[in-house]
């Protein structure tokens, strides 16, 4: 039973202070704490990028599945933000590598919708499925390939994926696209038309640029998304006679 206020624990993992986190478990904080929102300590750690943090909790008894909030998984949370160091860590404690949270989201499907090559390496090395399907019922290599990720698809494909065919055609779809473009639409559907903008682009993988389109409100950015543009490299891979171990 808790011999402190939850909120004195969930204070040090907000501020990431892994002192404060050690003497409050020492002294009876329990790992499993909920706060007035129902977000457990281990999720809000693993969304914060906080791997120390995660791996006290995990050592104190956090259990590495348990939904925050009924609905969010600690291991999708930190596969979504890119965060391998946490990912890894959730692992090596026992969190199921294809576990579901709400909407029929897995790890593998955030890392590989957001790109994050080595997040879906250590799930494929942990025993992720590389073919179970995301929300839109499609296969990962699929997603990897809107992306335009050359990285994902490669390790997908090192583990035996499926779906290479409609993979290729979505990576060919995408060839003929402005992706700054679609970018925009994208936002203007859910946002409305006569938005203002911001367009950046960067390389993130080796021969590939990432493009981030971002909605400003009062010249604040008030929403936005991005895609990568390896969709040539993609293809060549879907092709056929491509090495798959090197990026």
Known sequence: ????EPTELFTAVHEEDEDAVVRLLRTGADPESVDEEGQTALYLAAVSDAPGVVRLLL??????????????????????GGHTEVVRALLEAGATPDLEEEYGFRALTWAVQRGHVAVVRALLAAGA????????????????????SPGCVRALLAYGARGRWEALAEAR????????????AGLEATYGPGQQYVTRRWEEEPGTVTVEVTLLRDGEPAAGNDQQTGH???AGLLEGGADLSGE
């Open 173 to 184: 779809r995408w060839l003929t696209l402005d992706v700054a473009a679609e970018l925009r």
């Open 1 to 4: 039973m808790n011999t402190r």
């Open 59 to 80: 050592a104190a008894g956090a259990d590495p599945d348990r939904l925050s909030a009924g609905a969010d998984a600690p291991l999708c949370g930190a596969a979504c």
């Open 232 to 234: 040539d490299v993609i």
């Open 129 to 148: 499925d590389p073919d179970l399907p995301g929300p839109r019922d499609e296969p990962p290599l699929v997603v990897a390939a809107r992306r335009g």
